[in-house]
């Protein structure tokens, strides 16, 4: 009868012929997506970084959807097709039509069972098939299975062709095949000639073959005794790379663009970690506040009843508006609506490394404790020259007019530069031209300011040190008082929109003022002036990432090994798309993952920026 049915109806079992090849096309489509899906990210495989950004799983990522979309649209309208034959062949009568029909229900069959799982594997398009071919019985069964083994062989051929020359290999996975894993390097140290001489200069050294033996991340604590207030954690951030802000940078004082260089504002994904090193480590925080110029990272949780995003808007002058300063915006902190009293200032570069407790910022006695740098190594150039000694000897009918002169007499660093008249206005005596940038020149500026406040002229104090890179517990009472008792002063450095060498610089202002003022006579009228001083060397971890991946790597390994409570990854990069740029950036982030790879409740999803890695793509 199969003879008669061939001869006959040889039409027909072509279209069977061709649906089956259908079917096994369709299968290894879907299959061929699946598996390039799992090359998309690196480290986990239950994690893929897309070349977009966004973490999606293996089966329910955005990526996977859509060709699953694509696959489910393409198997309607072949359904379509199959559907209008049968109708065909249902009007045939006689043994050989059913036979064909039968033959054609079980492949629909197949086909809506593959729709709802396109997880099967190529095999199991053999097994299909090979149960198909047995149905159909007659004296050419035999070739036609060897005809389809040999068209399901030529496919799989192809369709493995195509997937090794359409996967190709994300920024990331580039990266790690050529730098490794940050954790495979060990310092050494090497030596050098220079000019004839030997030198030992330490630098890092890939050792991939052998085990390298660090203690893993501390866990978290969570039997902290409860503070009696509530405590929030406010960070300031901006996105540098925004095309609008970057517009709005250029339009403000563009002579003054060096102050505002990449390494202020480069978004490397440091706040997300930053975030979780509070969640995990100290979790009794009640607060994440974020201060910024109404822009808001795409990935956070706004929605999360403890996070909250608050704009320059909410705490300036408007007329103080727009402002590209740090100092003007930390001057201005205090003003955040709802703020607890004391609060954690951070920056987006800081992170915890270990557990700490209310009691890591506040004694039992419920005084503040300030973490100052200790020792002469630490000492400000203001002390070191014991600057509060320089005499200003500007005549009193041009000192401070309300026009700069630029008398040589005048304009100089201990009068104020003329009392703030010729603060843009470069002395005409190259004696007084200070070419410092300008954080280094507010550092000398905030300690001449409270010296004339408290000491008055011709004394000082000469121990200052620079500010601890930590976050660090303040007061937000404290903060007004120095707006009472400075008012010009902490006007002026609000009003700048770029950092300028007349700012209050406000953690060596906060720390100094706490411990100087007057009010400590008065505890019993100012509680919270109260104040003990504790070193922070066994604290604190500082490690400034220069323009040298290997530079950086060697910082990170040193943070790894100490692994102190507070860090600080410094970014002193270029930002120009080099080598040493994007490697840093990639071990940087694997330096992060290691220690916090969960993503928090604060988070919408778990975001990797994409430009990071745009100059390899």
């Not at 007659?138 to 068209?151: A, L, P, R, T, V």
């Not at 190709?168 to 095949?177: C, N």
């Not at 005794?225 to 300031?236: N, Q």
């Not at 563009?254 to 102050?259: F, N």
Request: net charge neutral; aromatic share 12%.
């Amino acid at each position: 009868m199969m003879k008669a049915f061939l001869s006959r109806r040889g039409g027909y079992l072509i279209l069977a012929v061709s649906a089956i090849l259908l079917l096994s096309l369709l299968i290894q489509t879907s299959t061929i997506e699946l598996v390039s899906s799992d090359f998309r990210g690196y480290n986990d495989p239950n994690k893929s970084i897309s070349t977009d950004g966004f973490t999606t799983g293996t089966e329910s990522g955005k990526e996977l959807n859509e060709p699953n979309s694509r696959l489910t649209s393409d198997l309607n309208s072949q359904l379509a097709a199959l559907d209008h034959k049968i109708d065909l062949i249902n009007d045939l009568h006689g043994n050989e039509s059913q036979t064909i029909l039968d033959f054609l229900t079980k492949l629909n069959q197949e086909v809506d069972d593959m729709k709802s799982t396109v997880n099967e594997m190529p095999k199991q398009n053999e097994m299909v098939n090979k149960k198909l071919l047995e149905d159909v019985r007659g004296d050419n069964s035999i070739k036609m299975e060897q005809f389809f083994k040999e068209q399901f062989a030529r496919q799989n051929q192809r369709m493995q062709e195509v997937h090794v020359d359409a996967v190709e290999e994300s920024p990331r996975e580039k990266l790690l095949k050529k730098y490794g894993d940050y954790r495979a390097y060990k310092k050494a140290r090497i030596e050098e000639r220079i000019n004839g001489k030997m030198y030992l200069k330490v630098n890092v050294s890939r050792m991939p073959d052998i085990p390298y033996e660090m203690k893993p991340p501390y866990a978290a604590k969570t039997d902290c005794k409860e503070y009696h207030e509530p405590i929030d954690v406010v960070f300031t951030w901006v996105n540098g790379t925004d095309p609008a802000f970057l517009k709005q940078l250029k339009d403000n004082e563009p002579a003054k663009a060096t102050e505002t260089g990449a390494s202020r504002f480069k978004d490397m994904n440091q706040l997300k970690y930053a975030i979780r090193s509070f969640q995990k480590y100290a979790p009794w925080v009640r607060d994440i506040i974020l201060v910024t110029n109404g822009q808001v990272p795409v990935w956070l949780n706004t929605d999360h009843p403890n996070v909250r995003v608050v704009t320059h808007k909410e705490i300036f002058d408007p007329k103080h508006l727009p402002s590209f300063s740090s100092p003007a915006i930390e001057i201005n902190m205090h003003k955040i609506p709802g703020l607890s009293n004391r609060f954690i200032y951070s920056n987006d570069d800081f992170f915890l490394m270990r557990p700490i407790c209310p009691d890591t910022f506040i004694t039992a006695d419920d005084e503040l404790i300030l973490y100052p740098k200790e020792g002469k190594q630490h000492q400000t150039a203001y002390g070191g020259r014991k600057k509060y000694r320089w005499n200003c000897d500007c005549p009193k009918d041009k000192y401070a007019n309300g026009k700069c002169d630029n008398y040589k007499k005048c304009n100089k660093f201990e009068c104020f530069w003329d009392g703030h008249d010729c603060d843009d206005v470069q002395p005409l005596s190259a004696y007084y031209i200070d070419k410092r940038a300008s954080y280094h020149q507010s550092v000398d500026y905030t300690q001449l300011v409270l010296d004339r406040k408290f000491k008055g002229k011709g004394k000082g104090v000469d121990d200052r040190t620079w500010n601890p890179h930590m976050p660090a517990m303040h007061d937000k009472r404290i903060i007004e008082k120095i707006w009472e008792d400075f008012p010009l002063e902490a006007e002026l450095t609000s009003s700048h929109t770029r950092r300028k060498k007349t700012d209050l610089q406000f953690q060596i202002m906060f720390i100094y003022y706490t411990k100087e003022s007057p009010r400590n006579k008065d505890y019993e009228k100012y509680p919270y002036f109260k104040h003990v001083i504790k070193p922070q060397d066994k604290l604190v971890g500082y490690y400034a990432m220069k323009q040298d991946w290997k530079y950086v790597v060697l910082r990170l390994v040193m943070a790894r090994q100490h692994q102190k409570v507070f860090n600080c990854l410094n970014d002193d990069l270029s930002h120009d798309g080099s080598e040493d740029s994007i490697a840093s950036y990639f071990l940087l982030e694997q330096f992060y993952e290691e220690y916090f790879p969960d993503q928090t409740p604060m988070e919408k999803f778990n975001y990797y920026p994409h430009d990071l890695y745009a100059d390899l793509i």
